[in-house]
T-cell receptor, first 108, second 114 residues
């Protein structure tokens, strides 16, 4: 069975501070991992995927197969980063599994 | 414009009523999904479809049903609404044959059953 764990329900930081949203997964095969973001009053949307290895809005995420993690990082948080972030795993069954989400609040 | 649409955005209905939540996408995606999301909580998969005439139940027990008669349309029906069905319902779609296709979400339907 595939599982995604986001241990922090809420993460609160000040503007300019580094941010790391944790995501750990459990899956026996080779996973495809994604981060989705939901800003206030907007729909859930893709932020980035591990296969692209790109930086989106200053966020990066590296897949660590040894630690089965896919943490989302940003060196300097901005107020507009405040949102709900979901880590998701796509396994061989094509059925995506989502973590419970982490609410990021960036204070001015 | 290619997108995924959900109607209604908000619905308040009495216990015992039958309701259908609509979801349509104009992206030609084969895979479609229904998730239930309580505020600030994880998404629970209710139903999914790999294509026309293909529907499966997800891991969340639900008294709902879906149909996929056309590629673009994936409605969710509750035969008899109960207060426990009060939640946000998200429809999503994805393309391609591989597992690296991201999901595209609709705006959701917030359902309140009184």
């Amino acid at each position: 069975a595939q599982r995604v764990t986001q241990p922090e329900k809420l993460l609160s930081v000040f503007k300019g501070a580094p941010v790391e949203l944790k995501c750990n997964y459990s899956y026996s095969g080779s996973p495809e991992l994604f981060w989705y973001v939901q800003y206030s009053r907007q729909r859930l949307q893709l932020l980035l995927r591990h296969i692209s290895r790109e930086s989106i809005k200053g966020f990066t995420a590296d897949l660590n197969k040894g630690e089965t993690s896919f943490h989302l990082k940003k060196p300097f948080a901005q107020e507009e980063d405040s949102a709900m972030y979901y880590c998701a795993l796509h396994g061989g069954s094509y059925i995506p599994t989502f973590g419970r989400g982490t609410s990021l609040i960036v204070h001015p | 414009e290619a997108d995924i649409y959900q109607t209604p955005r908000y619905l308040v209905i009495g216990t015992g009523k039958k309701i259908t939540l609509e979801c349509s996408q104009t992206m030609g995606h084969d895979k479609m999904y229904w998730y239930q999301q309580d505020p600030g909580m994880e998404l629970h998969l209710i139903h999914y479809s790999y294509g026309v005439n293909s529907t499966e139940k997800g891991d969340l027990s639900s008294e709902s049903t879906v149909s996929r008669i056309r590629t673009e349309h994936f409605p969710l029906t509750l035969e008899s609404a109960r207060p426990s069905h009060t939640s946000q319902y998200l429809c999503a779609s994805s393309e391609g044959q591989g597992i690296n296709s991201p999901l595209h979400f609709g705006n959701g339907t917030r359902l309140t059953v009184t």
